[in-house]
């Protein structure tokens, strides 16, 4: 029987997200409107590359973005 630990399952989590979210699969992901997740790229809240006209959301990003997460408000 193996153990997992808490840093397995987040890394296995985080194996899940895709290496670049949309914009729209952000939102989705955290249950916002498109136009809130603009405002948290905007703000500098959540990082973005722009690939041809697409803004893209790196995985990295995506981590980033939930480890500040602390109950706060965006």
């Not at 136009?35 to 990003?61: C, F, M, N, Q, W």
Request: net charge positive; glycine share 8%; charged share 25%.
């Amino acid at each position: 029987m193996t153990t997992q630990t808490h840093q397995d399952r987040i890394d296995h989590e985080a194996d899940l997200i895709p290496a670049f979210l949309t914009v729209r699969a952000f939102a989705r992901r955290y249950e916002i409107s498109r136009s809130k997740a603009y405002e948290l790229l905007g703000g500098g809240h959540v990082r973005s590359v722009t690939i041809g006209r697409s803004r893209r959301i790196p995985r990295a990003a995506v981590l980033e973005f939930e480890a500040s997460l602390d109950g706060g408000t965006l």
